[in-house]
């Protein structure tokens, strides 16, 4: 195993929010900038050698997708002698996809189409910069015919491999690192805030798009085709698996349900599902329709899918609203600069007048020295108050007007 960036005493523990076959979640601060995050707690001490060197693996993966809607990895460590590895991660403060579905589907209600699209947009972004390992340029108007992206020898394209509602975490309306916040309150005013792939524990490196991975492990409902047949897979099948948790979102079910393990297999490889609910428009059944394919030549890719006109409207909609996001940072933070600056001034006048007091205390009491032996002055000279070049040591520093912030 290898040293990683964080020390584990630097974390404050705050709570479990998960447990499974691997170890722990947990909730933790990291103590010297305050930061809420997850730690994932490992056990490797059972792992024989390749299972250790798959962990190996996510690290890496990990630490090179940085993306504002993939889940942000900040650092890993180990415990040599607990044989445990932490991996710390963002802290989405709203939860997952899962938990929204199961909130509609117990109120009785469908999860309303825009909020759909805006989840679908951002996980195409999120996949866009897996699949061709590069960030997608952002959008002047919704006509901008977009290039098509070069893969080269170098390129790093990621497989996630297990997409589902689970792996999809909801962080509100900003990248709040507080932690802080309530229920993702979507519903109210149709944004589903930033949304966030995670949970890379079965992704696949490959060098380039030729090649196709062999070997699977993942949740059956939202297999591919090819996976379950055993047989190359590629890019390609993360956008099967898209396409069934977005039919999911309007269905509130998944597209393909079976009491057994082979009658769920056999639908699959039929393809056939039903409609969604006419509460949603023919777009944005055909979309799903696009990414359902069993055959991986109809199957349209996360490039494709980024053409349609109603993912660029929401895309442009997206850019919208982070810009205003920002802006709105930007004026509290002017605020708050403000509120420091005439603190400041008044510190400043505060203590001016308090040395302006001293120094005619100090002058008149000079002044009756010089009377008491014997010398006469009528008054204080006028020129005495303005000559205050003895105290300019003693003055406080006046206001940083010329203040630095983050933006430009």
Request: neutral net charge; contains cysteine; proline residues 4%.
């Amino acid at each position: 195993m290898f040293k990683g960036q964080g020390s584990s005493s630097e974390y404050e523990v705050l709570e479990e929010i998960g447990r499974g076959s691997f170890g722990c979640v947990r909730k933790v601060v990291h103590i010297p900038t305050r930061t809420v995050m997850v730690r994932k707690e490992i056990k490797y001490g059972h792992m024989n050698q390749k299972e250790r060197q798959q962990l190996i693996a996510e690290c890496k993966i990990l630490s090179h997708l940085q993306h504002d809607n993939i889940v942000r990895f900040y650092s890993w460590d180990f415990n040599e002698q607990m044989q445990i590895l932490y991996l710390y991660m963002e802290y989405c403060s709203q939860g997952d996809l899962q938990n929204l579905i199961a909130t509609y589907k117990s109120e009785r209600k469908y999860i309303p189409e825009q909020i759909i699209w805006n989840i679908l947009t951002q996980l195409l972004l999120a996949l866009y910069r897996c699949h061709y390992g590069e960030d997608l340029q952002p959008l002047n108007t919704i006509y901008d015919r977009m290039k098509k992206p070069t893969i080269k020898k170098d390129t790093n394209i990621v497989i996630h491999r297990d997409m589902k509602p689970g792996n999809v975490f909801l962080n509100g309306e900003s990248n709040d690192s507080s932690g802080g916040g309530n229920s993702w309150d979507g519903k109210k005013n149709d944004s589903a805030g930033v949304v966030k792939l995670g949970d890379f524990g079965l992704a696949k490196s490959l060098g380039n798009s030729v090649q196709f991975a062999t070997t699977y492990v993942g949740t059956p409902y939202y297999m591919s085709p090819e996976v379950l047949l055993d047989q190359p897979y590629s890019p390609l099948s993360d956008i099967w698996s898209l396409g069934c948790v977005i039919y999911e979102m309007c269905s509130l079910r998944p597209p393909f349900q079976a009491k057994t393990y082979i009658d769920l297999q056999n639908k699959i490889k039929s393809g056939k599902f039903e409609n969604i609910p006419d509460y949603y428009s023919d777009g944005l059944m055909s979309i799903i329709k696009s990414m359902i394919q069993v055959d991986m030549r109809n199957r349209a890719s996360t490039f494709e899918l980024l053409q349609d006109v109603q993912i660029r409207t929401s895309r442009k909609a997206l850019q919208l609203e982070r810009f205003e996001n920002n802006l709105l940072d930007y004026e509290r933070e002017l605020v708050n600069i403000e509120k420091i600056l005439e603190k400041q001034a008044a510190d400043y006048e505060r203590a001016i007048g308090q040395l302006r007091e001293q120094f005619v205390v100090a002058v008149e009491e000079r002044a009756r020295e010089v009377a008491q032996n014997g010398k006469k002055i009528g008054k204080v000279p006028e020129e005495l108050y303005k000559n205050r070049y003895y105290y300019r040591d003693t003055l406080p520093q006046k206001p940083a007007y010329h203040w630095q912030t983050k933006y430009r």
